[in-house]
C-alpha cells in the first residue's frame, strides 16, 4: 500500500503501511460481553490494511441494531443512518459517488425486516458496494423479539407460545432478487471469514455476505451445531469452486445429485467414488437456488449440511456507472431546460 493512485490521474504517492490498529477508532466498543459482533469487527479492522484502499475513501453505512454501532468503531468515515434504510442511503452515496468503497453493515431484523424492501433492490441494481448481513435470528438491541429469520416455533419475548411465521431464506431471497455475488460465513470461524471479506470486496457489484453471529443474551448458541468443535465437521459444507461436495469428521461424506435432488452419500462404501459427487460451480445459479435450501434441522430425515462460502458469482454492469454513462449521454446534447422539462409537452386548454 505504499503507492496509491488517489486523483485518478496516474501520480503514484507514498503512503504508510496501515494496520489493523490503524482501522480501529478511539471509541468504546459497547457491545455485550461474548457477541459474535466482536470477531466480525475484528476481521473487518484485519482485513481492510491488505485491500490497498485509503481510509478516507471508506465508508461504513448502518442502520439501526447492534451490528448498526460498526461506523462508531471504523477509523473510517461513517454513516449512521435510521432503521432499514441504510442500503437506500448507500445507494444514494455510491451513485453520487462512485470512487468510495461502501460497505453496509446490518443485522437480520434491519436489512430483511423494515429494509427488506431496500435491500432487494439493491441486489437487483448490483451497485458496487460490500453488504454484510449480521444474522442472529433474534431482535438483539430492543431486547429479545422474534426476527425475519428466526425459526418455526421460536419462542421469544414476543412469541411466548412459539413464533408462527416462516423465516426468511436471505441467500434465498438474494438469488431471486438477481445477486451477484452470495455468500455466508460466520462468527466463529475467522479464518473463513476473513478469506470471505476479501472475495466479497474483490467482486465488481453488489457483494451479499450472511454472517451467523451469536447473540448471548438472547439467542446464545443459535449456531452451536456448525460451530462447536465435536460436532461442526458433520454439519459444514465448505463450498470450494471447481471441487466436489464433500464433508464430515474424516471427509468421508459427500453430495450427489440425482436430477436436481441433492442426497448424502457414504465415501466409505464401495461403490460410491468422488468423481459421482456434485462439483461446485460459483457460476450456476439454478444450483447455487438449490444450495441456498440447505436448511433442515440435524437428525431430521433429510438433512443436509448446512453450506459454507461463495454459493454464487455474476459478472454483471454496475448501475453506478451505467447511469454516469446516460448523464454523460444526456450532457452531450447540450444544457438543459428545467422550465421546459417541468412544463412537459403534455399540454391542454380547458375552456
Not at 503512503?15 to 478511539?26: C, G, H, N, Q, R
Not at 470486496?201 to 452451536?224: M, P, R, W
Amino acid at each position: 500500500m505504499s503507492a496509491l493512485d488517489l486523483q485518478g490521474n496516474g501520480k503514484k504517492l507514498d503512503l504508510p503501511v496501515l494496520t489493523a490498529k490503524d482501522f480501529a477508532s478511539e471509541q468504546e466498543v459497547r457491545w455485550c460481553p461474548g457477541c459474535g459482533d466482536y470477531s466480525i469487527l475484528k476481521q473487518v479492522q484485519a482485513v481492510l490494511p491488505e485491500l490497498g484502499v485509503p481510509r478516507e475513501n471508506i465508508v461504513f453505512v448502518s442502520g439501526i441494531g447492534c451490528s448498526s454501532r460498526f461506523p462508531y468503531y471504523m477509523e473510517t468515515f461513517g454513516i449512521h443512518s435510521i432503521h432499514g434504510r441504510a442500503t437506500a442511503i448507500a445507494t444514494g452515496l455510491k451513485a453520487a459517488r462512485p470512487d468510495l468503497d461502501v460497505w453496509i453493515v446490518g443485522g437480520d431484523g434491519d436489512l430483511l425486516s423494515i429494509g427488506g424492501n431496500h435491500t432487494l433492490h439493491l441486489l437487483r441494481r448490483n451497485l458496487n458496494v460490500n453488504v454484510l448481513l449480521f444474522n442472529n435470528e433474534i431482535y438483539g438491541l430492543t431486547k429479545g423479539q422474534y426476527s425475519p429469520t428466526s425459526p418455526v416455533g421460536f419462542v421469544a419475548k414476543s412469541t411466548p407460545y412459539g413464533a408462527l411465521d416462516y423465516p426468511i431464506n436471505p441467500l434465498a431471497l438474494a438469488v431471486g432478487a438477481g445477486g451477484t455475488f452470495i455468500a455466508r460465513a460466520m462468527d466463529r470461524d475467522v479464518k473463513h471469514l476473513r478469506e470471505m471479506l476479501k472475495r466479497a470486496h474483490a467482486h465488481k457489484g453488489t457483494s451479499f455476505l450472511e454472517i451467523y453471529q451469536n447473540c448471548v443474551i438472547f439467542n446464545d448458541g443459535a449456531f452451536e451445531d456448525f460451530t462447536e468443535k465435536d460436532v461442526k465437521a458433520e454439519n459444514d459444507l465448505f463450498l470450494e469452486h471447481g471441487k466436489p461436495l464433500i464433508f464430515g469428521k474424516n471427509n468421508d461424506k459427500g453430495i450427489k445429485l440425482f436430477g436436481l435432488k441433492p442426497i448424502v452419500v457414504d465415501l466409505t462404501l464401495p461403490n460410491v467414488s468422488k468423481d459421482d459427487l456434485w462439483i461446485h460451480d460459483e457460476n450456476d445459479r439454478t444450483k447455487a437456488s438449490i444450495l441456498t435450501r440447505f436448511f433442515d434441522e440435524p437428525g431430521s430425515e433429510h438433512y443436509m449440511p448446512r453450506p459454507f462460502g461463495v454459493f454464487y458469482v455474476e459478472e454483471r454492469f454496475c448501475y453506478e456507472n451505467a447511469m454516469l454513462d446516460q448523464l454523460n449521454l444526456a450532457k452531450q446534447k447540450g444544457d438543459g431546460d428545467l422550465d421546459a422539462l417541468l412544463r412537459g409537452k403534455e399540454t391542454w386548454v380547458v375552456s
